[in-house]
């Protein structure tokens, strides 16, 4: 009650704290709205297709599945949550070989030469075509083909869109496991 009296013989005391309030009631107003997810992520707009085809019952290749969609070579498994692609944009660092999610941990990351990450079947097996507007689903990791030239791929963590001239990374904000994601400027402008 004494405040309530305060505040009453000092106008400018209570012109303070409503001001005060003020803020604070809008510094927790609703978070704005999250960026809607691109195109190339909605993968239930891509027709499926049968993942038995693409995966490689060779013993050598532990599993995997593979494609191939224009200039990529991209692998799902073998363990969850894992999908790579073999091919470089011209925004990946020099001399990269391509990139990976591992066990939906880590990545994107860019896999430099001289790893001993391999693309590709070791037992030969030859990776069907994704065509465009297909997409390819294996346990929890999933890839489309959105139109000529682009790939994109997911885990429920993490994800990549890659084409010829840029690529786009998306991990758990906070993650320090990724690679990084080029300047604004060399992406298309909904993906900024």
């Known amino acids: 009650m004494r405040v309530l009296r305060n505040l009453r013989r000092r106008p400018a005391l209570l012109i303070t704290l409503i001001v005060a309030l003020s803020a604070t009631l809008l510094g927790t107003a609703a978070p704005a709205a999250a960026a809607p997810v691109p195109a190339e992520l909605q993968f239930s707009r891509f027709s499926p297709?049968?993942?038995?085809?693409?995966?490689?019952?060779?013993?050598?290749?532990?599993?995997?599945?593979?494609?191939?969609?224009?200039?990529?070579?991209?692998?799902?498994?073998?363990?969850?949550?894992?999908?790579?692609?073999?091919?470089?944009?011209?925004?990946?660092?020099?001399?990269?070989r391509g990139v990976a999610i591992t066990n939906d941990l880590q990545g994107p990351l860019w896999v430099p030469p001289g790893t001993t990450y391999r693309f590709g079947s070791?037992?030969?097996?030859?990776?069907?075509?994704?065509?465009?507007?297909?997409?390819?689903q294996v346990a929890d990791a999933v890839c489309a083909v959105p139109r000529a030239g682009v790939v994109s791929c997911a885990t429920n963590n993490r994800a990549f869109i890659l084409s010829r001239a840029w690529?786009?990374?998306?991990?758990?904000?906070?993650?320090?496991?990724?690679?990084?994601?080029?300047?604004?400027?060399?992406?298309p402008a909904r993906l900024r």
């Not at 593979?66 to 999908?83: K, N, T």
């Not at 070791?122 to 390819?136: N, S, T, W, Y």
């Not at 690529?167 to 992406?187: E, Q, T, V």
């Open 122 to 136: 070791e037992a030969g097996f030859r990776a069907p075509v994704l065509k465009v507007g297909q997409r390819i």
């Open 49 to 96: 297709v049968n993942p038995a085809k693409y995966q490689s019952v060779r013993w050598a290749d532990n599993g995997r599945s593979y494609f191939v969609a224009g200039r990529w070579q991209c692998q799902l498994g073998p363990q969850p949550g894992s999908v790579a692609c073999k091919g470089r944009p011209a925004t990946a660092p020099p001399n990269t």
């Open 167 to 187: 690529h786009k990374f998306y991990y758990p904000k906070g993650d320090r496991r990724h690679s990084a994601n080029p300047a604004p400027k060399y992406l």
